[in-house]
């Protein structure tokens, strides 16, 4: 079974970003769902503490890590998940941890593996009378959960904000309403010290907050403005409405809020708006700086390689901040009708590397936004395109399509496409890389890969 993307088609899609083009400054797209910096580390041994990964940008410094694998000699384990889901996993202190929505959306879960061999480790769950709507490709719970290596923490909607230790036991809960979007929800918390940072939404309401790790206490909140955009369903000729839909809003923001660290600079906490970009302190929520250029509806995270701060999707810009307050003079440039992207890219070698909902892999040029050249995923037309988000490791990028293939490119000397390595099932969550091996949730199964000359046993 494959998720399907009911009234996304291609032709949906190119008509509605048509159209929207016409009426206002911003792409419009599906859901996304669904990134520090330090010195030299280990070939092996990082973890996965979130969805962007170690340091907030998609990367590992690992560099023993699977470059091709087959489904014979190279699956570790793989185990059934109780039902689809599009939120990716994390790996941290030999734990691999997915959120999960079951009973359409009555009960919404933690639940941890043993990275070694697949084993249930032990499961949260939270209950829900009436669970709040979402569209049809995005199954309640779609966030990945975060983890500081003592507790772990989870968007689970209608069902709270969740604090758990790593053995499963509920530390707080936190009760935000209920959340009710078009196409639901998709951010993922992050940690910083102490604090917990989320974006709450998209919604009626939506707002990125500060919570102690402590007792979920809130620190700050900052509320998300409603859009003023036209909207495209109120427009002759637009495209319809999901069957029995009362929602219809498409804007709002899904980006998962990312730190930023520079030396002898306060850390800073990056919040995409729709139309802007904010950095905020971490325990205050206290403005620094904004920059305008986002668009009405904003789906990737912001990328940064501690200097730069890249925002790609719908409109399209790279800005260096020097300073606070307004930043727009230091944008390096800006795409108004840029192409439309789901997932979150990475910047590398002053180049930004990022893929197309309809599965191109793209490279720009940091400094002028140039596009260098752009390539399609072999195989991602049977899967639709991809939604997830790229991610590097050592010199290799890792790019999963909606078919489930993970494409696996060089970088240097020259990009290159290296292997496509097919699991067989679809998939919308974005690979994980910890200790040498590569944790992937599919719609079916959460899979980890090894190396088949480490002299793993497969099961």
């Known amino acids: 079974m494959r ?32 990134s520090l910096f330090c010195g030299e580390s280990p070939t092996r041994g990082d973890e996965w503490p979130n969805w962007r990964g170690p340091r907030f940008d998609g990367t590992s410094l690992e560099t023993q890590i699977p470059v091709s694998w087959d489904k014979e000699k190279n699956v570790a384990w793989k185990v059934a998940l109780p039902a689809p889901g599009n939120s990716s996993p994390i790996v941290i202190q030999n734990q691999v941890i997915i959120t999960q929505s079951e009973g359409d959306g009555k009960q919404r879960s933690l639940i941890s593996y043993s990275a070694e061999d697949g084993k249930q480790l032990w499961k949260y769950s939270s209950e829900v009378k009436e669970p709040e709507p979402t569209h049809p490709t995005n199954p309640h ?8 290596g003592k507790h772990v923490v989870a968007i689970l909607g209608a069902g709270g904000v969740v604090c758990c230790d790593l053995d499963g036991k509920l530390l707080w809960k936190k009760e935000l309403g209920t959340p009710e979007h ?17 974006n709450y939404g998209p919604g009626k ?3 990125f907050m500060g919570v102690s790790m402590k ?3 809130e620190l700050w909140r900052i509320d998300v403005p409603q859009s003023t955009a036209p909207n495209p369903f ?3 000729g637009g495209p319809q409405l999901p069957p029995g839909s009362t929602l219809r809003d498409p804007f709002g923001t899904w980006a998962t809020p990312i730190i930023r660290e520079v030396q002898d600079q306060p850390t800073e906490v990056l919040l995409s708006f729709p139309d802007k970009l904010m950095a905020v302190g971490p325990r205050d929520g206290k403005t620094l700086w904004e920059c305008a250029g986002n668009g009405a509806q904003v789906l990737p995270s912001p990328v940064h390689d501690g200097t730069h ?22 944008r390096l440039w800006y795409e108004e009708n840029d192409r439309q992207r789901i997932g979150t890219g990475i910047i590398y070698n002053d180049k930004i590397y990022v893929a197309t909902m309809q599965g191109i892999i793209e490279c720009l040029n940091l400094q002028s936004g140039e596009r260098l050249w752009h390539r399609r995923m072999s195989k991602a037309g049977s899967g639709g395109g991809t939604w997830s988000s790229i991610v590097r490791g050592g010199t290799k990028l890792y790019a999963i399509d909606q078919a489930g293939t993970t494409h696996v490119y060089a970088l240097e000397p020259e990009f290159l496409e290296i292997s496509s390595n097919e699991l067989g099932e679809s998939t919308n969550a974005t690979p994980a890389i910890s200790n040498g091996r590569i944790f992937i949730r599919t719609e079916g199964h959460l899979w980890c890969i090894k190396d088949s000359d480490s002299g793993e046993q497969g099961t």
């Open 3 to 34: 998720i399907k993307p009911s009234i996304f088609t291609p032709d949906f899609q190119t008509g509605l970003q048509s159209r929207i083009r016409r009426f206002s400054r911003w792409g419009f797209s599906i859901l996304c769902f669904g």
């Open 182 to 198: 078009l196409f639901g929800q998709g951010p993922s918390p992050i940690i910083w010290e102490d604090v917990c940072i989320l």
């Open 205 to 207: 309401e939506q707002f």
């Open 141 to 148: 719970c779609a966030g990945s959960p975060a983890s500081d």
């Open 309 to 330: 701060i890249a925002c790609l999707g719908g409109s399209a810009f790279v800005v260096k901040p020097a300073g606070q307050g307004d930043q727009i003079a230091n």
């Open 215 to 217: 007792d979920g206490s």
């Open 234 to 236: 109120d427009q002759p």
